[in-house]
C-alpha cells in the first residue's frame, strides 16, 4: 500500500512539474496545429510549451515571438520563456528587453529574465545595465536584478563600469547603482579593503573611481583612513575632489582638519573644480580657521567663479577678517554671485558689524541682493520692521547698543515656514508695490517661475476651495501682469514632461506679457511629477539670478526623483551662480523644498 502511495505521489509529482526533451515535439505539434487560431485558442498550448525546460523549447518560443502579431501572444511567450530557463532563454529575453520598441514587452522580458530557474549569468544583466541604447526602465531593472547575486569583485566592476560612463546615465540609474555598491560593501567588508588597495588599479573600477571614493570613505574604516591621503593626491583630478568631498561629509562639523589635513593642500590644486571641492569641505567641516590665510587670497581671486567659491567656504566662519572681506566685496564687488555669496557670510557671521553694513547697503542695492539682504537681516536679527533702508535703520538705531543675537542654529536650520521670522517676511512685502507671488515680494529683475501642473494640482486649494491649479494661474497672472518692463522672466511648467514658454528669459514687455498670460491659461493639470528637468532648465540660463519653484508633491519622473540626488545636483549646477530658489510647497509640508530654499539662499512659503 504504501509503494502505490509512493507511485502515485510521484506520478502527480511530474505531471505537474516540468516536461522534458522527449515531451517537446508532442507539445510543438499541439502548438502547430493551432497557431493560425487567435490568440485565446492558442494561450493553452503555450502555457505547455512554457513547462517544457528544454533549449528546443527556448529556441522555438524564440521564432514564435518574431512572428508574433498579437500583444497578449507576444508577452505569453516572453513568460513562457521566462519558465523555460534554459539558455537560449535568458539571452532572448535579453534581447528583447533591449531591442523592443514596445514598452510593455520590454518590461515583461525584464519580468521573465528575472524568473529564469538556473539564475542566468551576471554578464546578462550586466550588458542591460551597461547599455546606452537600452530605456531607463530595462537598465533599472537590469541594476535590481544584480543585486540578488552575492558580492563579489565581478559585480563591484558591473556597479562601477555605470558610475564611469561618460555622458553619465540617468539619474535613477545611477541612484540605484550607488545604492547597490553602498549595500555590497556593508555586506562584505573584506571587498572595501580590496577597493582601497588593488581595486584602485583595477581597470573595471578605475572609471568609477570619482563615485567610488565617496561611498569608499563614508565608511570611517580603518582601510579607508589609510587610503584617504592616496586618494587625496590622485593622479585624476575627479578622483581628488571626489575625496575632498567626501571629506566635507564625513568629517561635517569637525571644526578641524585633523583627519584629513591634505585637504588644505588642495586649496594649492592646479585644477579649479578641485580647489572648489577643498573650499566647499572646509566651509562644512567649520575649519575655515585652519586656512583662512587661502581663503582670503582666493577671495580677491581674478576668477570671478573662484571669487564666488571662497566666500561660499568662508559661510559660518566668525572672524573680524571674513566680515571685512565680505563688507568689501558687498561694498566695492561687480560680481553678483560673489556678493551673494558675502551676503551670506555677513548673515551667518554674528557680528554688530555686518549689520551695520548690510543696513547701509539697503539704502542703494536694488534687485535680487535686496530681498537677499533682508533675508540675511531678518535671519541674523529675527526681526522684520520692514523692506526699505528708514524702516531698519530707524529700528537699528534703537536696538544696536542692547542688541544680542538670537540663537542663529534654529533660525538657520530650522523649517524655513515654522519660523517666526519668515512670516513677519511674508507680511512686510505687503507693504511694498512691487508684485508678490503667493505672499512673497518680486524684487529681481531675472526671474524664472518654474510650476508643477501635474495631476494633483486639481486638487482642492486650502483657502478658497479653488484647486491648486487655479490658485497658481491667478497668482501667476497677477505676479507677470505686475512686473515692471525692465524685468525679464520666463516660465517652466512641468507633470510627466515639462516645457518652457521661452527658451531663455525676455523682457515684461507688453507683447510679452500678453503671451505669457496665454501660455498660463492654456496650461493644464494632468500626469506626474517632472521636477528636476526644468529646475535645473532655469539655472542653465545664464541671466537668471531667481527662480521661484513650485510644486505640491513629490517627484516621481525625470532624472532624479530622490530628494538626495537633486539637492546633490542643484548644488553642483549652482556652486558658483548662486541663483537664489524660493519654494512654494502646496499641501503638505516638503522636506525637498524646505531644503532648496534653505541650501540656496531663499525662503519658502506653505500653502
Known sequence: MMIQRTLLCVAALMACGPLYAQDFGALRDSYERVKDEPFSKRAAALTNLGKSQTKE??????????????????????????RVGVAP??????????????????????????????????????????????????????????????PSQDLLRAYAGVLGQEPPPPGQVVTLCREALETILRRDMSLGTWLLGEGLQDEGIEPALPALTEILLSSKSEASKK???????????????????????????AGNLDECPQVKELLEDKTEG???????????????????????????????DMQTVAFSAMIGAKDPAVVEAATKMLEKGKHMPAQAAAIQVLAQSQDKGAIDVLIKRLKKIKGRL???ILIALARLTQASPGNDYKDWDNWWKEQRAGFTFPDQKRVVTG???????????????????????????????????????????????????????????????NVVKGLPSKTAFNIYTFESDWKSWQKNIVKANG???????????????????????????????PEVDTIYLLSDGAPSRGRFTHGNDILREVARLNRTRRVAIHTIAIGKQSNLMIELARRNGGLTVQR
Open 57 to 82: 523549447a527556448a529556441a522555438y518560443l524564440g521564432r514564435l515571438y518574431q512572428v508574433e502579431k498579437e500583444d497578449n501572444g507576444r508577452r505569453m511567450i516572453l513568460r513562457c520563456l521566462g
Open 89 to 150: 532563454a535568458p539571452s532572448i529575453l535579453a534581447k528583447v528587453a533591449l531591442n523592443s520598441t514596445v514598452k510593455s514587452d520590454r518590461q515583461v522580458a525584464v519580468a521573465s529574465l528575472g524568473q529564469c530557474k538556473p539564475t542566468p549569468p551576471m554578464s546578462i544583466w550586466k550588458g542591460m545595465l551597461e547599455a546606452r541604447s537600452a530605456s531607463v526602465g530595462v537598465r533599472e531593472g537590469a541594476a535590481k536584478s544584480l543585486s540578488r547575486y552575492p
Open 227 to 253: 587610503a584617504l591621503p592616496k586618494l587625496l593626491r590622485h593622479d585624476s583630478p575627479k578622483v581628488r575632489a571626489a575625496a575632498a568631498r567626501a571629506c566635507g561629509k564625513v568629517y561635517q562639523g
Open 274 to 304: 578641485v580647489r572648489a571641492a577643498a573650499l566647499s569641505a572646509i566651509q562644512q567641516i567649520g575649519a575655515q580657521s585652519q586656512a583662512l590665510d587661502k581663503l582670503l587670497e582666493l577671495a580677491e581671486s581674478r576668477n570671478k
Open 370 to 372: 535686496k530681498l537677499d
Open 415 to 477: 523649517s524655513a515656514g515654522d519660523n517666526p521670522f519668515e512670516r513677519n517676511m511674508s507680511s512686510q512685502v505687503r507693504k511694498s508695490k512691487a508684485p508678490t507671488y503667493y505672499g512673497t515680494e518680486v524684487l529681481s529683475h531675472r526671474i524664472a517661475f518654474v510650476c508643477d501642473i501635474s495631476g494633483s494640482m486639481r486638487n482642492p486649494s486650502r483657502t478658497d476651495g479653488k484647486s491648486r491649479i487655479d490658485v497658481l494661474k491667478q497668482e501667476l497672472s
Open 511 to 541: 507683447k510679452n506679457k500678453k503671451d505669457a498670460l496665454d501660455f498660463i491659461a492654456n496650461s493644464n493639470a494632468t500626469g506626474q511629477t517632472m521636477l528636476f528637468e526644468p529646475l535645473e532648465a532655469a539655472l542653465l540660463d
